[in-house]
């Protein structure tokens, strides 16, 4: 890449930046941390802060498609709802009933019943970082302050969703809500197609890891056909993990 290239991606970067920092119409500071550890340590210091300051951390990693997302002012055909509006329809939705259903939308269909989608059950070493910053490691990334304490808001805030089988942002909610009350899930991290949670009350059980697994995987079906290959196999990266990672392709 010559310097000119470089020169226009990085005044490029520095756009996308300025404008969801703009659009967003919160707080935010930019993290260019140089290693995981670093970025990690910003963001547990932000949540503690959050806690007494009645706001919500959230890692953005900038790009064209994330403003896309951010912008309310741009019709969207994924989704066009504003904040107030995703979550007072997150209210009436009845989350078990919504899992149940995503999860017989995803299950193997008839000719495809000789594949063991359950699997076998064996506990993994746990990552204790959020994957995407791995690939955006010497990124400029922002952390916004979302002024709310209630986690499962910033859904709504950053409203990915709606497409390639990723639920709406309204669902998004409700299930963070449902996940932030029985495991202490705060949605932490957010790309076009990524939403990571930080896990302040893993299941520390098979039995609690499997039932949420299923969960999981009618919620995100792709971390499981194209991931880990079956729901047991998912569930031994539940339990005891601080990090729950979500990919849509």
């Known amino acids: 890449m010559g310097i000119f290239d470089k020169f226009k991606k990085n005044k490029e970067k520095k756009f996308y930046i300025d404008e969801l920092i703009a659009k967003l119409g919160c707080d935010c500071s930019i993290i260019e941390e140089k ?13 503690i802060e959050g806690k007494k300051d009645g706001y919500t951390p959230l890692i953005i990693i900038p790009s064209e498609m994330m403003l896309e997302i951010v912008n309310t002012e741009e019709d969207k055909e994924y ?6 509006t995703i979550i007072a329809k997150a ?14 939308e995803v299950l193997p269909m008839e000719d495809e019943e000789d594949y063991d989608i359950t699997g076998e059950f064996s506990a993994e070493e746990q990552a ?3 994957l995407s910053i791995v690939d955006a490691i010497n990124e400029k990334l922002i952390l916004a302050k979302i002024p709310t304490d209630k986690p499962w808001e910033v859904a709504a805030w950053v409203p990915m969703g709606g497409f390639n089988e990723c639920p709406l942002p309204e669902e998004q909610v409700a299930v963070f809500k449902y996940w ?6 705060t949605p932490a991290l957010i790309t076009p197609d990524v939403w990571e949670l930080f896990v302040g009350n893993p299941p520390k059980t098979q039995e609690e890891s499997e039932l949420l697994a299923w969960e999981q995987f009618g919620f995100c079906a792709d971390i ?26």
Do not use: C, P
């Open 35 to 47: 290693d995981v550890k670093g970025v990690m340590t910003k963001y547990h210091q932000a949540l």
């Open 79 to 84: 989704s066009n709802d504003n904040r107030e």
């Open 180 to 185: 932030y009350e029985k495991y202490g899930a």
């Open 224 to 249: 499981v056909w194209q991931g880990v290959g079956t729901v047991n196999a998912l569930a031994g990266t539940l339990i005891n993990s601080s990090v729950w990672y979500f990919w849509w392709d």
């Open 91 to 104: 209210e009436d939705i009845d989350v078990k009933e919504l899992l149940k259903r995503l999860l017989v």
């Open 128 to 130: 204790n970082f959020f």
